[in-house]
């Protein structure tokens, strides 16, 4: 008999401070954007939060912003593409903390380049699929093993809603998303009695220094990173399998019902707006570098 199934609780406080006070949450990418906003507002309901992604000085201070509001914070500096450091950090913080109650998959990199332009570029799609999905599935295998054993845990991912749409030029990160989203599906079955959930996010269009070179970005529809958290802490909260926009749910309907249809009109839609050759990436600095026009690192 399954020992642990999910039994609704209609009465149950759904409040963020009852699901996060005094769990430990990991969340990478934790420096800016999305990462920063939702581990402040983790932070400020009473969470030991542990801060990660490549720049420390940036981590010290959301540290320091988490302490103003009253909340515990820990930093761990990790190159989240280099898996013997992933596994040094992860065994750090599970020996100073004892577990990870939830995991945040926050950190990642996007590439926009069109398929034409990418021939001869396999390395674009070796390094977006190192971090977006190797490196997520490095600390889930870290800290899964602590959580079915409590009998208690949640993973959650932040993916896009250029999963659901199928995004073109963007062929790198969705490919590298929707790998963890396999991976993820493929593993919910085994672990749903231990008391542990998976959550997808699919994030709309953020406005981090991620997207920031991508000027045509300006002109389209985007939410701030604190509306991004929010959308996080839902997640957190109602632990569901998948957390989306209307227009994302939309975009998966339409595609599973008229692939070649949605194909065509996202074709056209993709004509009004020029491609570039480009790499499209920023590094941890948070600015391009020389040539670069893109987004980059979500970290």
Avoid: W
Avoid at 9 to 31: H, M, Q
Avoid at 40 to 53: D, E, F, M, Q
Avoid at 198 to 207: D, H, K, N
Wanted: contains cysteine; neutral net charge.
């Amino acid at each position: 008999m399954p020992r642990n199934l999910p039994i609704p609780n209609p009465l149950r406080d759904r409040s963020l401070r009852a699901a996060v006070e005094g769990k430990t949450i990991l969340i990478t990418g934790a420096s800016s954007g999305i990462g920063e906003a939702s581990a402040i507002r983790v932070g400020r309901n009473g969470a030991k939060v542990i801060l990660v992604s490549r720049t420390k000085e940036k981590l010290d201070a959301v540290r320091s912003e988490i302490e103003e509001v009253g909340g515990e914070a820990h930093v761990y500096p990790c190159d989240l593409t280099d898996s013997a450091t992933i596994e040094a950090t992860a065994e750090e913080v599970l020996a100073e903390h004892g577990g990870v109650d939830i995991l945040v998959n926050n950190a990642g990199m996007s590439i926009r380049r069109s398929i034409a332009n990418s021939y001869d570029r396999l390395h674009d799609f070796e390094r977006t699929i190192q971090l977006n999905y190797l490196g997520a599935v490095a600390l889930i295998l870290k800290t899964l093993p602590g959580m079915r054993e409590r009998g208690f845990g949640h993973i959650v991912n932040i993916s896009s809603m250029g999963v659901q749409i199928n995004t073109p030029r963007f062929s790198a990160y969705v490919a590298s998303k929707n790998a963890l989203d396999g991976f993820s599906r493929s593993i919910a079955s085994e672990i749903v009695d231990d008391g542990v959930a998976i959550t997808t996010v699919y994030m709309p269009l953020v406005r981090t220094p991620m997207i920031a070179p991508t000027t045509f970005y300006n002109s389209m529809p985007s939410i701030s990173p604190e509306e991004a958290s929010t959308m996080v802490a839902k997640a957190i909260v109602n632990r569901p399998k998948k957390q989306s926009t209307t227009g994302g749910r939309i975009a998966e309907i339409t595609y599973s019902a008229a692939p070649k249809v949605q194909d065509a009109l996202i074709n056209g839609a993709m004509k009004l707006f020029p491609g570039s050759g480009v790499d499209a990436r920023i590094p941890s600095g948070g600015s391009p570098r020389s040539g670069d026009a893109s987004d980059g690192p979500r970290d």
